[in-house]
Every structure is written in C-alpha cells, then in structure tokens.
C-alpha cells in the first residue's frame, strides 16, 4: 500500500502530510525498505544514510505539526554523489575520493534541506561525471530498471534509475553533455537542465566548469517544478550564478499552449535517426498540435559540429580542474612513494579510472603549447556558431523540440570498447550546454518495451516555459505514468 503511496504526484504527497494522512517518517522508512530490496540488483546508490533520513523526517512531522513547511517538507529525495553533504561521503564515483567527507554542504543540498526535503543518500555516476552509460563508476555500472541487461544512461543514471525504480521520489543530477536528460530518456522519467547559472555550482564537485549545471530528474514536469523552485537562485558563493528573479513555476504549468511556435531543426529529424525514435516524437508532436501550438522547421546548421567542439572544451576544463587531486592537495594518495614524481605519478594512476585518464590526456593535448589555436581556440569559435544558431532560431519560435538520444537505451558493455560511439549518445543534448541554455526530457511513446525522451530546448531562463510545455504534454498523455515492468522493482 505504502509503495503505492510513493508514486504520487509532491503536491498530493505534501497535502497528504499536512492532513496527517500520513508522515514523513512512514513514507522515509517505505524509500528505505524499497532501497534494501531493490538497490542490491540495481547498484543506484553508493551510499545510504538511514538515521539521518529518518531524523530529518521526524524534524519535518513536527515541522507540519506545527502548521510550517514548503511543499517539500517531508519528502524524500537523493543527491548524486558529485555534490558536497555535510559529514557524509562524497566520493564523484571515484577511487580518488573512496574515502573523502565533505565538511560543508553544498548551495544546492542546502536549499533543498531547507526547503523540508529529506536526504535518502548519494547515487551512483559515472566517475567524475565522464560517461553517457553509467558504467565507469568506480563502484560499477548502475542497472537500467526497465531491462537490468541495459544501462540507464551517464552520469546521472544512478539518481535516474532511483526515480524510475521508486526508491526515492525525486533526485537531483548534473549535466554538462546531456548526463539528466539522456539517462531520463533511457530510464522513462522527467529531467531538466535549467540555464546555465539558474542553479548554484557552489559545493559540487567541477567537471568542466563553463557546462556543468545541476538539475531535477523526477516523475513529472509538475514535481521538477516543485524541486527546481527550491534549487534555482542567485548564490553569492558562486561566480557564475545568475542574478535573475525566479518565477513560481508551479503557477505557470496550466498556461495555453495555443499560439506557441515551436521549432523542429531538420538537422534533428535526419534520416540517420531511428525510425521508432522518429515516429515517436512525431506522436508527441501530434499531441502538441492538437493543444494549439504550431510546429514549424528550423535550422541549426551547426550542431553537427557541437560533438568535436564538445570533446575539445570539455576535456580542456577537466584536464584544469582535476589537476588538483594529486594525492597532496587532494584525493587518493599511493602508498610509500620513492620520491615526489612517484606519488603523483602512481596516485593519480591508481585514483582515475580509464574514461577520466583519457579526457585528462585529451584536454592536455589540446591546451599544450603549439595545439591551443589548433583545437581549443577552434573549439569555442564552433561554440559561438552553435549559440548564433540558437538564437536565430529563438528569432523565430518559442521553443525547440527533438529527440533526446538517438536510441533507447543500449545494452551494458555494448559501446565500452568505443569511445566515439559512446560519445555520439549525446549528439542532440550537447549543444544546449555549449551555448548555456536550459533543456529537458520528457517520456514519449516507447520503443520495443523500452522508454524514449522528448527534449525541449529554451532560451535563456525560460525553464517556466518548459515546464508548461511539458506539463501540458503530460496532461494529455499517459507515456510519463508508465513503470518499469522488471522484477527488478516489484
């Protein structure tokens, strides 16, 4: 009975808490039990933490006791383990920080505490958030709850598979290729990347610091409104973070999509996309229309060229930030080093799995002397076109729509031995990071059993009108309702 109490919309959770219908320490213990069964096979999380769950969710009851509280207060949720929490492992998926305690919150986790939200624990990622598959995690691949033989997506698939598998009722993600709406499409939930700075980076753990951006995966657009409110936010501890007002999100899903131009780039809907893939999206679109919006084909001329630009810039950013951990300053340390060069040698060795070490070699290559305005300064020209593109075309409509990964979710193990393949997963989501814009995944129509994602693409700061759309989307349809069938979550 509880388990079916954990697919309820936030809002018919947060009225049922405050009718004391039900608490927060009875629907916490239930994401607990269901975390024990279940995570064993699916491998979501790397760390739990029962007691401080269970205490928080005893704070929140007296909280709405007392008549207090958000709509987030009392409802459980997890944090993939690349940001920052107080007194509990924080360890990115790496060996380099197996064994690293993070003394301070980050923005992020601090907003969502105190908002009422009730910390389950870390899920699992790919290793320092390099991967589109969740398999080079340093505590191993997560397991798709749809079908365990298939992977959920990278990096934030172990937050992803948590909320499709109901062992939390939403979790919070990064993404700086695609890594909340490419495993939301592979694993049949919601997920939004808001604009770049809309979030606080402050406390989570930098991959490629002019992409990264922290997210919602969730089951609905409605409940992704609800978390994000709570997350976005100018933040003076960050450099980056917009000083831009944010709007009640919740209050703007109901809006009329009459009137509303949406864009499908031609480049998006090529013969090289799988056919289903296509078909299913068209279904989408079909629903939009008959909510009053006019579909109409746009161009990006550039966006065949945001995957080379992408695996430029960001292996450049990762090569930077990832110096730090040298087993001095930071991380792993190997033990009885002969001399300085040997214990960074050997600790950065053993610390880094084999994606990370690629992407560092990568990204030293193309900022080293002689290379620079060959590839990286190249690079972010090609960035500049793709963000032209984005904003002719935003010219023209309100809102772009396309498919979210090319396929659906692809068997473990299948693209390992491929970089390259596994690169071009995210070939539809990678240019909204380089030109900083907020986009998301919805479900649509599956294929072959499996889920498929819808991405909606925003200008700047326009994560509202996202939202609405895809709230609207979702009104009309029944695909974002649908649970994995596997034994893996029953």
């Known amino acids: 009975m509880i388990d079916q109490t954990l697919g309820e919309p936030i809002a018919e959770l947060a009225a049922r808490l405050r009718r004391r219908e039900l608490s927060s320490r009875e ?44 709509p987030l207060t009392g409802i459980p949720i997890a944090h993939k383990d690349i940001f920052c929490t107080q007194g509990v492992r924080t360890s990115c998926a790496s060996r380099m920080l197996d064994n690293f305690i993070a003394p301070y919150d980050a923005t992020v986790v601090s907003q969502l505490s105190s908002a009422g939200a009730v910390s389950l624990g870390k899920t699992n990622m790919d290793e320092f958030a390099m991967g589109s598959s969740n398999e080079t995690s340093y505590y191993g691949p997560v397991k798709n709850p749809w079908d365990s033989t298939r992977v959920p997506g990278g990096s934030s698939g172990g937050s992803a598979a948590a909320v499709a598998a109901g062992l939390c009722v939403a979790a919070t993600g990064t993404d700086t290729g695609g890594s909340i709406r490419q495993p ?32 919602v995966l969730a089951r609905s657009a409605a409940d992704a409104a609800l978390v994000l409110q709570a997350m976005a936010g100018f933040d003076s501890k960050d450099s980056t973070s917009a000083e831009e007002p944010v709007p009640d999100y919740s209050s703007e899903l109901d809006a009329s999509l009459s009137g509303l131009r949406i864009g499908l780039p031609k480049e998006f809907m090529s013969p090289e996309l799988d056919s289903d893939i296509a078909a299913a999206v068209e279904e989408a679109i079909a629903v939009l229309r008959q909510q009053g919006a006019e579909i109409k084909e746009i161009s990006l001329p550039n966006s ?17 930030n990832l ?29 880094f799995g084999a994606e990370v070490k690629r992407r560092i ?33 935003f010219g023209e409509v309100d809102v772009i729509l396309g498919p979210t990964a090319p396929t ?17 997963n995210d070939i539809y989501t990678i240019s909204t990071n380089l030109a900083g814009l907020p986009g998301m995944s919805v479900p649509v129509a599956p294929v072959a059993g499996l889920p498929v994602g819808l991405q909606l693409i925003g200008d700047y700061f326009a994560e509202a009108l996202l939202l609405n759309v895809a709230h609207q989307l979702q009104r009309h349809s029944d695909w974002h309702l649908a649970r994995p069938p596997a034994s893996l979550t029953e």
């Open 408 to 424: 659906t979710a692809f068997p473990l193990g299948d693209k390992t031995t491929d970089p390259v393949a596994m690169y071009l």
């Open 184 to 215: 939301a499409a592979f694993c049949g939930i919601t997920g939004i990347k808001p604009t770049y700075g809309r979030c606080s980076r402050w406390g989570m753990i930098a991959f490629a610091s002019s992409l990264d951006q922290a997210g």
């Open 27 to 70: 629907l916490t213990a239930a994401c607990l039990a269901r975390i024990e069964q279940h995570n064993p096979a699916l491998n979501a999380f790397i760390t739990v933490t029962p007691e401080a769950a269970l205490a928080d969710a005893d704070a929140a009851d007296q909280q709405l006791a007392r008549g207090e509280g958000s």
């Open 304 to 320: 065949e060229l945001s995957v080379p630009a992408y695996y430029v810039v960001a292996p450049a950013e990762c090569s930077s």
């Open 323 to 351: 110096a730090r951990f040298d087993g001095v300053r930071y991380g792993h340390r190997a033990a009885d080093p002969i001399d300085l060069e040997d214990l960074y040698k050997r600790s950065r060795g053993e610390g």
């Open 361 to 393: 070699m990568i990204g030293t290559y193309v900022l080293s002397a002689g290379y620079y305005d060959a590839y990286y300064l190249k690079a972010q020209q090609i960035r500049r076109l793709i963000k032209q593109d984005f904003q002719r075309a």
